[in-house]
């Protein structure tokens, strides 16, 4: 079966810097966009960003320019890389995958991560 594990959160001070990967099995990432998303507890999951799969890449407002989404198919990997981090950065992050609509850059999505914690505290 389709499946994604999220990997590499942690703890990390503010303004430090972390990478998450986002390892698919069962099928190949080529032909894949994957979404980055994060979710606290009592609050909406939201977007991060996402990556086509021909390596365009959006961010959202509150991310843009502290975070990078790359991809690398022969390792069937998808990083988040995220710098500068903030408080508010905490949260559960999950990748998903899916193979775009024609006129959507990313979504929708079919298949999801189990998420991996990152904390940002002194």
């Known amino acids: 079966q389709l499946q994604l594990v999220e990997s590499g959160g942690g703890l990390v001070q503010p303004g430090g810097s972390l990478s998450l990967s986002c390892v698919a099995s069962?099928?190949?990432?080529?032909?894949?966009?994957i979404g980055w998303f994060r979710q606290v507890p009592g609050k909406e999951r939201e977007g991060v960003g996402c990556i086509s799969s021909d390596g365009r890449t959006f961010y959202v407002d509150s991310v843009k320019g502290r975070i990078t989404i790359s991809r690398d198919n022969a390792k069937n990997t998808v990083y988040l890389q995220m710098n500068s981090l903030k408080p508010e950065d905490t949260s559960v992050y999950y990748c998903?995958?899916?193979?775009?609509?024609?006129?959507?850059?990313?979504?929708?999505?079919?298949?999801w991560g189990q998420g991996t914690q990152v904390t940002v505290s002194s």
């Open positions: 069962g099928f190949t990432l080529d032909n894949y966009a």
């Open positions: 998903a995958g899916g193979i775009p609509r024609p006129q959507s850059m990313c979504g929708p999505y079919d298949v």
